[in-house]
């Protein structure tokens, strides 16, 4: 079957420590996208990537870093800049070439929390 | 910027009621809209969709019709299940490939026996 998975489904973090979240595609989808899920504050962008080895900051890239080094792939590290990084972690992908009506696909999401 | 504004929920409805969520939008140019619906714990699904003025999304027995001269895309079902209880989102697309949704806050529906 074809989606997006995430892993893990909980992470916990630890003070001053960088973890990474996994986010892995087989749609064969160009673009990819990070969002961050607070309550009552809808999702928010953080990174997305519409081609291979690049990327570009969305609205709140601070405190959290990316890469694309292959088309399935789109880790997501929050680092330690990040003060207050406990939410609820989403990855999305969509084909990047269609143009009008870019539907995008959804993981399951990882929620994080802060020890 | 573009944006969206939805009603803010909760939403409590009885079974079998009419529910009605409201979204209106900014947006220069003509984007696509969408709604999508996320269950506890989960990631979203694409409800339903409309590229163009006038297109109505259809899905599950939800319906939204684009309405450009009054910026909106509001969410109905004629008669809501206990198992419809979810957020619900409305998004917009500005139409340029690989550029991200931009989302409403999220209605909470929750469906009683």
């Known amino acids: 079957d074809g989606g997006i998975t995430q892993s893990p489904k909980y992470l916990f973090r630890k003070e001053g420590q960088n973890v990474t979240l996994s986010c892995e595609q087989n749609l064969n989808h160009d673009a990819m996208y990070w969002y961050r899920q607070d309550p009552g504050q809808g999702l928010r962008l953080i990174y997305y990537s519409q081609i291979v080895n690049d990327f570009q900051k969305g609205d709140i890239a601070e405190g959290y870093s990316v890469s694309r080094e292959k088309k399935e792939s789109f880790p997501l590290t929050v680092t330690s800049a990040q003060k207050n990084p406990t939410a609820f972690y989403l990855c999305?992908?969509?084909?990047?070439?269609?143009?009008?009506?870019?539907?995008?696909?959804f993981g399951p999401g990882t929620r994080l929390l802060v020890l | 910027g573009d944006s969206v504004t939805q009603m803010e929920g909760p939403v409590t409805l009885s079974e079998e009621a009419f529910l009605t969520i409201n979204c209106t939008y900014t947006a220069t140019g003509y984007p696509s809209l969408f709604w999508y619906v996320q269950y506890p714990g989960e990631g979203l699904q694409l409800l339903l969709k409309a590229t163009k003025a006038d297109d109505k999304g259809s899905n599950k027995g939800f319906e939204a019709t684009y309405r450009k001269e009054t910026t909106s895309f509001h969410l109905e079902k004629g008669s809501v299940q206990v198992s419809d209880s979810a957020v619900y989102f409305c998004?917009?697309?500005?139409?340029?490939?690989?550029?991200?949704?931009?989302f409403g806050k999220g209605t909470t529906l929750s469906v009683s026996s």
């Open positions: 999305a992908s969509s084909m990047g070439t269609s143009g009008r009506a870019e539907t995008q696909y």
């Open positions: 998004a917009l697309s500005p139409n340029q490939a690989g550029t991200a949704l931009i």
